[in-house]
């Protein structure tokens, strides 16, 4: 049978969802709690069904874990779980509970919530072990409902995700709606970029966002990704030939390999003078540089502190120019004078 493209899949599944049926699950699911709301449980179940995946991964076990099983049992060729929680309570293999009667096969595996580094930042995430998953093929489809925002939130998820993912694997985020999720949502598509596609689906009570990977980019590769993503940005805005000021030492605009002229800030013979001692020290310095034709000023992710610690600095630069770019990597000051 023919693979159906991931929006194709995504469109009959929200159309198609409405008629799903859930009277066989008792007691009967709501849209409060941590479970996933009748709408989305109608939605997975469609998608399983619509999309035929070889392999489901879910992170975050419980209802959700039964109703995949019993959705992609009938499915042919079969259909694999591998189901990922951090709590004995909700993940079945290590509380006793036997699969859905008919259902597809759920490998699951006990994951301790851990810190880890993604390019730079220190996030929540899933202590995944690769050979405890269910297969070494790629997940065609995800389903993320964890962990809880309490415990480190989900932004990690989608990065780790990535290490298990191929060209159009559908990643599905549930309670897309919260503040939490929507924050996540955004450093996801600053520090991704066109690598995914990210929509917020309309009517569910909680909210379901879609990412459609279009290029996974494996964990090792992220530190990179927002270094290109990031000296991109700053060649679209910077004119050819007119300086960048870096503020930080010299190993991030290193990174970033520039095709402009860049200066550290601090400044001697043209290396790295370390942090400034106070706001008056840092706008001094500001004011020789912008004296010497420097218009534009970096802060990479490692120097966001700057901003908040040289509080005179930063009232200084918005004064005299514009913030054009600020986002999860990168804060760039045009100090140009506009009309």
Not at 59 to 68: D, E, N, V, Y
Not at 112 to 138: C, D, H, M, N, S
Not at 286 to 312: E, Q, S, V
Request: aromatic share 8%; glycine share 8%; hydrophobic share 40%.
């Amino acid at each position: 049978m023919k693979s159906i493209e991931p929006n194709q899949a995504i469109e009959q599944a929200l159309r198609d969802a409405p008629q799903v049926d859930l009277s066989w699950i008792e007691p009967p699911p709501t849209a409060d709690g941590w479970t996933l709301a009748p709408d989305a449980l109608r939605f997975v179940t469609k998608i399983v069904e619509v999309l035929r995946p070889r392999h489901v991964l879910e992170l975050g076990s419980g209802l959700s874990t039964r109703l995949l099983s019993r959705a992609a049992g009938a499915l042919s060729p079969k259909c694999v779980i591998s189901s990922v929680d951090h709590d004995p309570q909700f993940n079945w293999g290590s509380g006793g509970a036997t699969e859905e009667n008919g259902g597809a096969k759920v490998k699951f595996h006990l994951a301790p919530l851990v810190v880890r580094e993604f390019g730079g930042k220190l996030l929540g995430a899933y202590l995944i072990q690769p050979e405890k998953l269910a297969t070494k093929q790629p997940a065609d489809l995800v389903v993320i409902d964890g962990p809880p925002v309490n415990l480190g939130g989900r932004e990690g998820t989608l990065y780790q995700v990535m290490d298990f993912a191929r060209p159009g694997t559908i990643v599905l985020l549930d309670d897309s709606k919260r503040p939490e999720e929507r924050a996540a949502i955004k450093a996801w598509e600053e520090n991704l970029g066109d690598a995914v596609t990210i929509r917020q689906l309309p009517g569910f009570a909680k909210g379901m966002a879609s990412i459609v990977i279009n290029r996974p980019v494996a964990t090792k590769d992220f530190w990179r990704q927002r270094f290109e993503l990031s000296k991109a940005e700053i060649e679209r805005i910077v004119p050819e030939g007119q300086s960048v000021l870096i503020a930080g030492d010299n190993w991030w605009g290193d990174e970033l390999d520039l095709a402009r002229p860049v200066l550290p800030f601090t400044e001697k013979d043209r290396k790295y003078w370390g942090e400034p001692a106070d706001d008056a020290a840092a706008i001094a310095e500001l004011d020789r540089l912008i004296a010497g034709g420097a218009r534009f000023i970096a802060f990479g992710w490692p120097t966001f502190w700057w901003l908040a610690h040289y509080k005179g600095l930063t009232a200084e630069l918005s004064r005299r120019g514009r913030r054009v770019l600020d986002n999860d990597r990168l804060v760039l000051f045009d100090l140009r004078k506009h009309e």
